[in-house]
């Protein structure tokens, strides 16, 4: 198991650094940075701006090659993924914004499938019911509505809220209140600030999960071995949650693990809505501000993130199905 | 089978839970499991659908019952009924009582305590019927559980060892810990026997338990059920479509027609003594291996009727031969057969039906169809197809990136044959013996192949333009497997017909009257030919399938298991219109096909083929009757004959384990690993079955015969040999 695992890592490995350094000459070859400190009030002269960029390693005048070499070098001797143009270090700045991800997904995703997953079973035990119907519907819906429009009515509801109390339960935007003394008080505020984004994106996103858990169920339910459970002597209800269940939980794992990446990589909207800025936003605004660097670095993040999910879904894969469990 | 009567005529009307009360009183005490007036309708988007309508049985201790009848008979959805295992929607009623208590009408969860504990069923797919994410011996295991709950783990394991060693698997211990893909089709049926009989049933319900796997396979899982039955001593119903594989088990019989009994009995009473024209026409139309002499087969004409409207008459009528008004009139019930205690028939005329009857006469079988080429000597007759010395090696190769080859898998290992015209030649074997890829090879007429391949004159070797091929493929047609799937469904008839004539570059009219001819040809009505393939029924699907392979008038017809997707009744006339078809156009055959007693009646020669290579080769009554090699003699003693007194007493041959991976052929004879001559053989003599390749060499006498083995006379290992009964012990 362990050996399989290794072998998957060196490719995944070999895959991320391909793609990474394919990133960065499309993105050092495309992006201009020096064009955008030209529209600098007093504008800089072309040797100034010039001279400002070698400081910070992004030395127009070198070539794509020169420069992807000097890169590399950074990131494999020092750990060091360079600057943006504005003079920030991409290490310091990806840091925080990996934290913030990291902060407004986490909780979303765990609820996300859980509560996916489980509506999914339950609705399946019921097909055509009224749970089941009301369920499932709800779950095509929150396909349709576009992700930002169902963030905005969140946000209103919550706005409702606060405004029928009369007093300001949740934040609708933002991280945390500043200037708030450690204690309590700090992780009440925390707290506030969380649930608006948690919730919104938890309940535009578990509508998949839903279907796909219900429709491989369903799949199984009058299989041939539920029916040889159910001639043991399980009730119809024992035999489908023993036998049909993690039989139905085979494809989902797979799937969760890929849609991890996706929504990190992803979360653009909701970090911007919500005002919360992390890599999603950042990738965004590093191609609209010509930052190489930082471009890059998200890219290959995404990429890392990617191969995590997909030994993920191998390893959840092999968890739950014996037949595919490496000799 | 009781004799006695459900309701009697005194009884004045009841309510429905009080007459089942009674009708309960009425059976006999001793029978295990007591079913009157069985009746289950289902919801369907056209109606209600009838499709079990008064079945009424008594199982007795120890003894079995076989339901007999073919798809659509209800006889599924009654064991299902009896299991409480059918879906909600479906509306049961009657009564089913196990040991006296009423199982109808309770709740899932009360039916558990019964089901697994004292009824018990084996189900007809093993691939699908165990959960492919536990181990066999968490399956078995779970069983235990549900109805011991206080059993210790040990005890637990321990019996779980001791079933899976009483149904013959092999090192019982190490294999609990397997799941069940690591398993073969027929061991997977060994385990859910298993699981069926882990905790002593009273009652076995096995449905189709040996459809779907192989003749060898499929003796040794009826070996398996006799010997549960024997070490639990429960009553087995076994349900089949298969006359044969009941005959040596089943100590009554039902026949089921359009989800009502339509005659029950004792065993001999119905093999031997039908007096329902429908039991009489289902014996008629299997082909017997055992026989040589050569008759037509029984087709029973037109197809089952629909369950969606109560029929008015006699639902047999239709289809009936002897059908007259009074058929009509009212559905007859099952009533007493004159002379034989518990024989009953639901037919107005069997007291008219007596042993006398020829079955043949009443179905007005076809005569026997004889061709031109019959009488013309074999050597004088030219060849349609010749095979020299075909060889179809897959590599097998590990690794992702570097492929490693690490084996070979002989698919098909040095064939030669040839097929004269207007013969039939068939070649059979298990699944994984190369039947397949022969025709595969047979068909791709490419010049790169290993081995020669010359039909009607042109070789493979010559045909590297698409004229060749084309000129090649005008010789040779197929007819496939399944109807269904080998019909475009959007395709009318005349579109699937006229598609090979437009190849050929005919011209419309032409097109058009040709595909008159081939509708007469095969028996279907010309004016359906703007019909779509799913408004025919399976038997008129392969007719189809059958005309579009004669549209250019080949020479020689691949025939892979032209029948084995279909039922009984109409297979035989499906095999009557091949027989007749071969000798009116002077065709001939090359056949595949698992079921011997079809290969029997309908093949001039046949091939037996094993791992690759044929062991066994010549006339097909020199090989049946005379078998010189000992997987032949296997093959053909794994039949189930539809005779009960011929079963019962034969020996048989139960060949040990599977078909071996052709990566683990051995060095020299490939059959050695499961010969039951060379188990028995001095190790001084099994070193040449060991060490050395036996050659095809000629039967002695015989001019047609050819085998592979060095000792076809050799006793046989008496471990592989099985009777069941003596002759005295259940003689009428």
Known sequence: ?327 | MSSETTTGATEPARHGVERLHVAGLHAPNDAVLSVRGLNVRFNSENGVIHAVRGVDFDLMPGKTLGIVGESGSGKSVTSLAIMGLLPPTAQVSGSVRLKGQELLGLSDKAMCAYRGNELAMVFQDPLSSLTPVFTVGTQIIEALTIHHPTMSRAAKEARAVELLAMVGIPSPKDRLKAFPHEFSGGMRQRVMIAIAIANNPRVLIADEPTTALDVTIQAQVLEVLHTAQEETGAAVVMITHDLGVVAGMADDIMVMYAGKPVETGGVDDIYYNPRMPYTMGLLGAVPRVDVAEKASLVPIEGMPPNLLHAPTGCSFAPRCPLASDACLDGEPALAPVAGAALHRAACIKSGSLGGSVDVHGVFAAPPVAVSRFDAIPRAERSTVLQLKDVRKHFPLTRGALIKRRIGTVKAVDGLSFDIREGECFSIVGESGSGKTTTLLEILEFHPDQDGEVVIGGLSNKQAADAKTKGKMRRELQMVFQDPTGALDPRFTVYEVLAEPLQNVGMDRPAIKKRIMELMKLVGLQPDHVNRFPNQFSGGQRQRIGIARALAVNPKLVVLDEPVSALDVSVQAGVINLLDHLRAELGLSYLLVAHDLSVVRHISNRVAVMYLGKIVEIGAVDRVFDNPRHPYTRALLSAIPVPDPQLERTRERIILQGDLPSPLQAPKGCNFATRCPVFAALPPAKQEKCRTLEPPLEAATGSRDQQFACFYPDGELDEDMLVVHETVDHHAP
């Open chain 1, 1 to 327: 198991m362990l050996k399989y695992l290794a072998k998957r890592g060196i490719t995944y490995v070999v895959m991320i650094f391909l793609t990474t350094s394919a990133g960065y000459f499309l993105a050092v070859s495309s992006l201009k940075p020096a064009l955008l400190e030209q529209e600098r009030i007093p504008r800089p002269t072309p040797e100034q701006v010039a001279n400002s960029m070698r400081l910070k390693g992004l030395d127009p005048d070198l070539s794509p090659w020169e420069r992807y070499v000097d890169w590399l070098t950074g990131i494999v001797t020092r750990w060091d993924w360079g600057r943006s143009p504005n003079g920030a270090y991409i290490n310091a700045e990806f840091g925080d914004r990996v934290w913030i991800s990291t902060r407004l997904f986490l909780a979303s995703i765990i609820l996300t499938l859980v509560i996916g997953v489980a509506l999914g079973v339950y609705s399946a035990a019921r097909q055509y019911k009224v749970q089941d119907r009301v369920i499932t519907s709800y779950s095509y819906l929150a396909y349709i509505v576009p992700a930002p429009i169902a963030y905005f009515l969140v946000q209103l509801g919550a706005i409702n809220i606060n405004e029928s109390v009369g007093d300001r339960i949740f934040f609708v935007t933002g991280i945390s209140t500043p200037g708030l003394a450690p204690g309590w008080a700090q992780f009440g505020d925390m707290l506030a600030h969380y649930v608006v984004p948690t919730v919104a994106i938890t309940l535009v996103g578990w509508g998949a999960y839903q279907i796909a858990q219900r429709q491989y169920l369903l799949d199984n339910v009058n299989a041939d071995f539920v029916r040889t459970a159910r001639a043991k002597g399980l009730t119809r209800n024992q035999a489908i949650a023993r036998h049909a269940l993690r039989v139905s939980f085979i494809p989902v794992a797979q799937s969760i693990a890929f849609t991890i990446p996706a929504i990190f990589a992803g979360g653009f909207f909701a970090e911007k809505i919500f005002a919360w800025p992390g890599v999603g936003s950042w990738s965004i605004d590093a191609i609209s501000l010509q930052d190489v660097n930082a471009a890059t670095a998200t890219l290959a993040y995404g990429s890392v993130i990617f191969a995590l999910g997909a030994i993920l879904a191998d390893f959840a894969t092999t968890l739950v199905d014996p037949r595919v469990r490496v000799q």
